[in-house]
């Protein structure tokens, strides 16, 4: 079935790799191959390779930077659509509305907004994942979520046709969305924001930036925070009072800058990744008796 994926999707006007290493493709820089990759060229293109997938039963995962995901060593069996820089669009629908499309990065989000001097976003300067990622997973940081600032999210339903969800009924909470359920494919989001001082913004904007950089090990291959916060506790707190910072498995190794952080030292593998994942989470619940969940999506066989 792969290889009609292949053809039907490459006459599509799609860019398609088979045996794909996903390592080249996630932000832990490890992990194995999935049988296919396809990057659409359009929303129709995506649409109709989304339903080809579902109408032949094929096993499909959709990413954007892959910020967030890590494929285990053995690879992923299945069809990897990637939504990327021919699904970006971000244009003023509004005075202070924005859309943005899936593949958008919340870098050129957050910098379209600066241009037109638009506030509200500035908390999510120096996320690396794109629009799509960050309405799913409701991303936030320093106080503030995309559930502050979102309207409506449209998708590809799970029957292959075109909709869209107005604010209440996307079910923002912590880390959550109605897509984590649903299993419907986001294509773009309608953004509320409001009129600011530019140079106010982009000071608020240099601001978590400078304290990404000074606090956060960015310059490791990682999927950012390794763990959900645990209700009442903050997991870098349990896991560096646990003993485990530096601790390593392998190239995997609890940031010694910050121990919320599981990176890529130089060479781990994704067994070794989640080999420490599971000994960070054991030794927490043992002291502590609080269970770390995972906020890296493990996929693969």
Sequence with gaps: ??????????????????????????????????????????LDTLKRTVSFCRENNVKMFVI???????????????????????????????????KCEAGASMKSLCMFALENSLSGLEFAYGIPGTLGGAVYMNAGAYGGEMKDVLESCSHIDNKGAFGTLPKEELNLSYRRSAYTDNGFVITSAILKLKK??????????????MRRRAKQPLEYPSAGSTFKRPEGYFAGALIEESGLKGYSVGGAQVSEKHAGFVINKGGATASDIISLIKHIQNTVFEKYSVSLEPEVKIIGE
Excluded: H, R
């Design 1 to 42: 079935m792969y290889k009609e994926l292949e053809l039907f999707a490459k006459n599509l006007g799609a860019e398609v790799q088979t045996d794909a290493p996903m390592s080249k493709y996630t932000s832990f820089k490890a992990g194995g191959n999935a049988s296919i990759l396809i990057t659409p060229d359009s």
């Design 64 to 98: 954007g930077n892959g910020s967030n995901l890590l494929v285990t060593d053995k690879g992923f069996d299945g069809a990897i659509i990637k939504i990327g820089s021919s699904i970006s669009s971000i244009e003023l629908v509004g005075d202070c509305t924005v």
């Design 196 to 209: 600011g001082v530019k140079e106010d913004i982009k000071a608020a904007m240099d601001d978590k930036l």
